[in-house]
Structures are given as C-alpha cells and as structure tokens.
C-alpha cells in the first residue's frame, strides 16, 4: 500500500517555475515507478511525465518540451516535478502516481494540487 500527497501547487506568471512534490508512505516506494498527471478543467486526465523505478528512459509528453523535468529522492519517498516556461495552458490539477509504466497500469493516486498559470 502506497499513499500520496502531492504539494507545491499555486498561482505563477507565465514564464514562471514552479515545482511540485509527491510525497509518498511505505516501504516499497523505490519499487514503483511514479508519474505525473495532470486534468485541466472540462478535459481528461493526461500523462506528462514518468520516472521508471529501475532509473531507464524517462518518458515524457510532447507538450513538455524541455520545461518539465522529473526527480525522485527514494531515501525520502519523494517524486519531484520541476516545471520552468510554465503558459497558461498548463493550467491543471496536477497528480501523481504510483505503479508501472509498461500497461498504463496506476494502482495509487494522490489527491491533486492546483497550479495556475496567469498574469
């Protein structure tokens, strides 16, 4: 059993950074590799970004464009997401999760955290 929180979201310039953590429980966290999602409102969830727990190719969606970059520091059970050139349109609630990549298969979600790009 793995639980989540996520923390770090707000309201940012575009052009601004902001980075987000996900703080996870248990004892099995380093075995899990662990994404980040984001919803916009009135849009589905989406994928951004993932580190594999084996420490391969990191994937990430094509609208991260070298902004958004994932760490993870597993002696804290934390997943980080740094995001930098941040627009409007990353206007989202932002997740993440713990599970495997390979079959798009999620098993433990954070509640979210809010970030607002807007002038």
């Known amino acids: 059993q793995v639980q989540l929180v996520e923390s770090g979201g707000g309201l940012v310039q575009p052009g601004g950074s902001l980075r987000l953590s996900c703080a996870g429980s248990g004892r099995t966290f380093s075995s899990y590799d662990m994404g980040w999602f984001r919803q916009a409102p009135e849009k589905e969830r989406e994928f951004v970004v993932a580190?594999?727990?084996?420490?391969?190719?990191?994937p990430y969606a094509d609208f991260v464009k070298d902004r958004f970059t994932i760490s993870r520091d597993n002696a804290k059970n934390t997943v980080y997401l740094q995001m930098n050139s941040l627009e409007p349109e990353d206007t989202a609630v932002y997740y993440c999760a713990a599970g495997r990549i390979r079959g798009n298969s999620w098993s433990y979600w954070g509640q979210g955290t809010q970030v607002t790009v807007s002038s």
């Open positions: 580190s594999v727990w084996t420490g391969g190719n990191t």
